[in-house]
């Protein structure tokens, strides 16, 4: 966490709000997304959405708790679960990471559901682009990003360095405040 955490003051330190791109490796990926996530919640003491577009809900939720993040504090979209949209608890689910006016909808209740400073996840860039044609995926992104800005919270996007086209990810740091690099030669 130590190598994140200096990189997120040094980056971002003088930023209210931000859009923050972490470029990762998939060797550091879950541990990165954890400590982001653990940095934000326990020691910013801010809550916040988290999208999951790799890992189920329930499998996230435990991953972060075991790592001592109170999920209490968190709101989950799960775009990877393979059910109808519903809400279930702290959790909306949307059924498929191709259904992006969904995914907007959901983040857009869910951080108007929250009071004061929060934050929001999105994990991960990649798997969009498993499921949607890469201009789809930049128009989303762009998309995001603006209402990111308007929303005025502490933006997050993770995406695998590697499985992603190096323009999509120059167009991405582009949008960003900033980009952290994690393991990788990057």
């Given at each position: 966490m130590l190598e994140l955490k200096e990189s997120f003051k040094k980056e971002v330190k003088s930023l209210k709000d931000y859009i923050l791109l972490i470029a990762v490796d998939a060797k550091s990926y879950q541990k990165t997304?954890?400590?982001a996530t653990k940095f934000l919640v326990n020691e910013q003491n801010?809550?916040?959405v988290y999208v999951t577009l790799n890992k189920p809900y329930e499998i996230m939720q435990r991953a972060l708790s075991s790592n001592g993040i109170d999920t209490r504090?968190?709101?989950?979209i799960d775009a990877t679960s393979r059910t109808e949209a519903k809400?279930?608890?702290?959790?909306?689910?949307?059924?498929s990471p191709e259904k992006l006016s969904d995914?907007?909808?959901?983040?857009d209740q869910a951080i108007k559901a929250l009071p004061g400073d929060k934050f929001l996840i999105f994990d991960s860039l990649?798997?969009?682009?498993i499921?949607?044609?890469p201009a789809t995926v930049a128009r989303f992104i762009h998309f995001l990003t603006g209402k990111m800005r308007e929303w005025k919270v502490k933006g997050i996007i993770v995406t695998l360095e590697k499985e992603t086209e190096q323009v999509l990810l120059d167009e991405l740091t582009q949008f960003s405040d900033a980009r952290?690099?994690?393991g990788g030669e990057s």
């Open positions: 997304v954890i400590d801010i809550p916040g504090l968190l709101i989950f809400k279930v608890g702290n959790c909306l689910y949307i059924g995914m907007s909808v959901a983040m990649n798997t969009l682009l499921f949607n044609k952290i690099d994690i």
